[in-house]
């Protein structure tokens, strides 16, 4: 799966959007961004994912580059419980024909009052 | 049901004893997955199972030992653990193993070993 690079941190005011970016500069075309978070202690929460278009549900939206070597995770109006680690997943198929979903560093979003 | 339900919350064990971490889920996922997460670094595969079958063992040493009994059950057998297998085990599942099936994750196990 290609590599992702994230910000370590990021800081947001409550009520404001949160726009987190990822480099992904060597995804292959059949490779998904999947956007996971993580608050403390619990288990990595689903938010979102995309292959070449961008995507919204209920809780973010993803916004895809044309060239697909970055995307940005938006989440519109952050509340003090998005406070959490975000990451930034590519995923594929392997040569081995399995799928794996890999966690990098991502990042820790704060979100204050 | 959207739940992926492990127990226990939490386990403290020796390094004699024998444990085991439990998982289910009732959404019909055909691929679950066990995870392992030390203190703040980014969750690790050890084990996928797809249809009931072991299809991926991240070079997990023995005396960490998983088991699929059927469709909906996860099981990870523990024994002869060392304190540095101390951490947060995380159960997942998918419809299938796809790469453009979601991932749905249980809320872990703590782990400690002493």
């Known amino acids: 799966d290609a590599k992702t690079t994230q910000p370590t941190s990021m800081d947001c005011a409550e009520g404001r959007a949160a726009n987190l970016p990822c480099n992904h500069s060597t995804i292959s075309g059949n490779e998904y961004v999947y956007w996971y978070r993580q608050i403390h202690s619990q288990g990595p929460q689903y938010i979102i994912h995309g292959l070449k278009n961008n995507e919204t549900n209920e809780m973010a939206s993803l916004i895809i580059t044309e060239d697909r070597k970055s995307s940005t995770l938006i989440l519109p109006h952050a509340t003090l419980r998005d406070t959490a680690v975000y990451y930034c997943i590519v995923r594929g198929l392997m040569n081995s024909g399995y799928s794996t979903l890999t966690f990098g560093k991502g990042t820790m979003l704060l979100v204050s009052p | 049901d959207t739940e992926v339900t492990q127990t226990p919350k939490h386990l403290v064990m020796g390094m004699t004893n024998k444990k085991s971490l439990k998982c289910e889920q009732h959404m019909g996922h055909r691929a679950m997955y066990w995870y392992k997460q030390k203190a703040k670094k980014p969750p690790e595969l050890m084990f996928v199972y797809s249809y009931e079958k072991l299809s991926i063992n991240e070079s997990v040493p023995s005396r960490f030992s998983p088991e699929c009994p059927n469709s909906s059950l996860l099981n990870l057998h523990l024994h002869a653990l060392q304190p540095e297998d101390s951490a947060l085990y995380l159960c997942?599942?998918?419809?299938?193993?796809?790469?453009?099936?979601?991932?749905?994750f249980g809320s872990g196990t703590q782990l400690s070993v002493l």
């Open positions: 997942a599942s998918s419809q299938t193993d796809r790469e453009n099936e979601k991932l749905f």
